[in-house]
């Protein structure tokens, strides 16, 4: 993007009928249902300052009830705008749209970091995860979910000489133009290397197959599911794998009084004026339009 030449290439569902085609059809409500499952157990369940990053249209922000201030962080301001529209006038929600390489807030501000599904689009993990850990409190937690190339079906077909690419292999694998699997142990070392600390893992998704989802009922799964994510501690085969970590950061928590950073110089700003925040370092103002704070580019 233009005005960060250094930036990765981002994954743009702007625009996208994302949520229509992928989570109403009811063909994921077993998805839906077995990482919801996930989420309560590992994240606390109330709280000061959460930001889900990847929130989409909002699809998970039921599940932050609990928590007196809730970002609801995306690349894609037609997805926060559906979530907007669905959530109503709820204060507790804030809706930014911004780049995870560049995040729009002071250091050591959320209690609770959430972020299920999009790591796959990450091009530069590493880079996320030190966004993530500048922008959490010492001692946060940080619930992530992220894809496993060491899955079951990844396995079988490479043993079958179907599929090219090892599932053992540390690295990333990115099998389609920006969507990555990673293996869970280079995940635990990107994690310790950013400043968390790993803890408790849980495998999700066990039964990710359209033939067992079609014949036996989503009810069933997810209770299937539940009691077999508690082995994600001892082996990850699942496509999906949830991942407890706490800050190690030794800087403080953020004074009451700061919330956004200016994305392009880092200094923190202010309260809005004329639908804009002004940054007082670098002279860049960013739109502030019916409740959603854009970080995503400067106003001209
Ligand atoms: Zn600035």
């Not at 066990?206 to 989503?218: A, C, D």
Request: glycine share 6%; charged share 25%.
């Amino acid at each position: 993007m233009a005005e960060n030449p250094k930036s990765p290439p981002v994954c743009d569902y702007e625009g996208s009928d994302y949520n229509a085609r992928f989570w109403e059809s009811g063909e994921r409500d077993y998805e839906d249902q077995v990482e919801r499952v996930a989420l309560r157990r590992l994240m606390p369940p109330s709280g000061d300052t959460l930001i889900e990053v990847g929130a989409g249209f909002g699809r998970l922000a039921d599940e932050y009830r609990g928590y007196r201030r809730v970002v609801l962080f995306d690349y894609s301001r037609t997805l926060l705008r559906e979530a907007q529209a669905a959530l109503g006038d709820d204060p507790r929600f804030i809706y930014v749209a911004g780049n995870w390489y560049h995040m729009p807030f002071v250091q050591g501000l959320f209690e609770t970091v959430v972020q299920i599904r999009t790591l796959h689009h990450a091009a530069d993990v590493p880079a996320v995860f030190a966004q993530l850990a500048r922008i959490s409190r010492p001692q946060a937690a940080y619930v992530l979910e992220f894809a496993s190339k060491k899955n079951l079906k990844a396995i079988l077909r490479y043993a079958a000489r179907r599929q090219d690419w090892s599932p053992f292999t540390s690295e990333p694998v990115e099998f389609v133009e920006l969507n990555f699997d990673f293996h869970p142990q280079w995940i635990r070392e990107q994690l310790q290397v950013a400043g968390f600390e790993p803890g408790q893992m849980l495998t999700v998704s066990h039964f990710r197959i359209p033939v067992v989802k079609k014949i036996v009922p989503t009810g069933v799964l997810v209770t299937l599911d539940s009691a077999a994510q508690r082995t994600g501690n001892w082996w990850q085969f699942t496509p999906s794998v949830f991942v407890l970590n706490r800050s190690v950061a030794t800087h403080k928590t953020a004074a009451e009084d700061l919330f956004f950073a200016c994305p392009h110089c880092g200094t923190p700003l202010g309260e809005p004026q004329d639908r804009a925040l002004a940054c007082p370092g670098c002279g860049r103002r960013w739109s502030v339009a019916d409740g959603l704070y854009d970080f995503k580019a400067p106003l001209p």
